[in-house]
């Protein structure tokens, strides 16, 4: 190599040097288990926020079609109602006039609702109003004026006949979508538990591949330093000496690659699980592991027995079940009993309009007692004729979507028997690969020894010495490879059977 070469390896050297300076922070670091990551991601993590705040409009909506079967009660007030206006009055055989007109009014109204199971209800209303009216009579320039109180209170009764009971469906569906949202919430819960999982062991495998460059910056930069000093002393070829060189830089180039690619991962997995971004994390991962053996058929009966897609898709065929009669119920012979029994009383007219509100209600209250009830009773019938196949279409309609719904159901179960045998099988599979490459990171670590020993002592070469050093860190990457595909194989099979099999639980 030229002069060129030899200045530009210490100069690359030094630039590495500069730019994987790690820049230290007083900050105080989090240490997290994969435990205490889940933790928090079920308390701050956006979709888990979004998920109990959808399972609660639920619950919420339940709530209230449970209400509809319980007494409710309404109070209207107008204290008052004002309203003075310019009148035309037409005058026979002359020109009209214009008056005005005034009305003053204090009402009340008190209704009590009891709604039946039956879909009926009895409704209890009472009502107080007050009126003051007054006429301004612009042709001789007068003013009169009268106050009125009218009092009520009226029973009143509705039955709907030979329909759909639609307060009990509304109450079944209420249930039904509860169920469904609060098995999305624990499926869900599931997938968070997984991504937190997957997301976890990503990060500490960038944060192991970042230690792993480290090392590797490291043990090159001894041997360079043992290079350099066999070269002065004359027992290698400069090429060699500077062959490790090369290979150095390239090792710090990989190290600023690894270093970047753990803070966006960094990143990532704090929005997950909802720290903030510039937190300072730094996981405590559990590297210890079980073999465990596990049965299919274990595996496909508990899937089966917890999947919340099962019941969901029950649901489904449930809700299917009552649109379709929903939907007929629109073409069927309605029928609607009534029934009111009415008491009103009016005051007196000829009360002079200073008459206080007391005595005025005394005076409605005396006309009650004597005034004829107002009372009725009906009995109504609507029945379709035609409507030229347009109810029939939609309950077809209806009985497909149905259908669709049971094969659905159907698949859903061949799904998840597929998804188990596979999820077996790749736990199986990567418990073998774990075992093996476990083995190959203990020969490569002596391999790697043995070669720095007969490198001190002339007996290899520097590339000999690179490439068993390239093994021991691809060694150590497979070998940490194998182990996150280990641990997400095993979250993976929990997540698709809601059972962990470490724990047993």
């Known amino acids: 190599m030229g002069r060129f070469a030899k200045l530009s390896f210490p ?39 979004t998920l ?13 079609a449970k209400g509809q079967f319980k007494t409710n009660a309404h109070l209207n007030l107008s204290s008052p109602d004002f309203r003075q206006q310019v009148s035309e009055i037409p005058v026979p055989n002359g020109l009209p006039v214009y008056n005005t007109t005034g009305t003053l009014l204090y009402q009340t109204n008190l209704t009590v609702n009891q709604p039946l199971p039956t879909n009926g209800f009895f409704s209890l ?192 065929v449930e809700l299917a079940k009552i649109h379709i009669r929903e939907v007929d119920s629109q073409s069927e012979v309605k029928g609607m009993f009534s029934a009111y029994y009415n008491l009103t009383g009016i005051s007196d007219p000829s009360l002079p309009f200073s008459t206080r509100p007391y005595d005025l209600f005394q005076s409605s209250t005396a006309d009650m007692k004597t005034r004829p009830r107002n009372k009725g009773v009906s009995f109504t019938l609507s029945i379709p004729l035609w409507d030229w196949g347009v109810n029939r279409a939609q309950v077809n309609s209806a009985r497909a979507a149905l259908k669709m719904a049971e094969l659905d159901q159907k698949n859903q179960e061949v799904s998840i028997r597929r998804q188990i045998r596979a999820l077996v099988g790749r736990v199986q599979e990567a418990l073998d690969r774990l075992q093996i490459l476990d083995k190959n990171r203990e020969v490569a670590r002596k391999s790697f020894q043995i070669s720095l020993a007969r490198f001190e002592n002339g007996e290899i070469t520097s590339q000999e010495l690179a490439r068993v050093q390239d093994q021991l860190s691809q060694a150590a990457v497979n070998y940490l490879s194998a182990f996150i595909a280990y641990k997400l194989a095993l979250a993976d099979l929990e997540r698709n059977t809601l059972y962990n099999y470490e724990e047993e639980k």
Do not use: C, W
Not at 53 to 58: D, I, M, P, Y
Not at 239 to 255: H, I, R, T, Y
């Open 11 to 49: 100069f690359l050297l030094i630039f590495f040097d500069v730019l994987l300076a790690n820049p230290l922070h007083s900050q105080n670091v989090r240490s997290l288990t994969l435990e205490e990551a889940i933790s928090i991601a079920r308390k701050k993590s956006y979709q888990m926020q």
């Open 52 to 64: 109990y705040e959808n399972l609660k409009s639920a619950e919420e909506n339940l709530k209230a």
């Open 125 to 316: 209303r009472s009502s107080l109003f007050q009126e003051q009216v007054s006429t301004y009579v612009a042709l001789n320039q007068q003013t009169f004026k009268r106050k009125d109180f009218y009092t009520s209170v009226s029973l009143q009764f509705q039955q709907p006949l030979f329909t759909l009971n639609t307060l009990k469906v509304g109450l079944k569906k209420a249930k039904l979508n509860y169920e469904t949202a609060r098995l999305r919430y624990k499926q869900e819960t599931a997938n968070m538990v997984y991504n937190v999982t997957q997301g976890f062991y990503n990060l500490y495998q960038a944060e192991r591949l970042l230690e792993i460059a480290k090392e590797e910056v490291k043990e090159r930069e001894d041997a360079y330093t043992l290079a350099q000093n066999k070269f002065k002393a004359g027992l290698i070829p400069e090429v060699e000496a500077m062959q490790l060189g090369v290979d150095l830089a390239q090792s710090k180039n990989n190290l600023m690659v690894a270093r970047g690619n753990h803070q966006r991962l960094s990143d990532s997995f704090k929005q997950l699980i909802g720290l903030p971004l510039d937190e300072p994390i730094r996981l405590i991962p559990n590297l210890s592991y079980k073999e465990i053996h596990i049965s299919l058929s274990d595996a496909i009966a508990r899937a089966l027995k917890n999947r919340p897609e099962i019941q969901e898709q029950k649901i489904q």
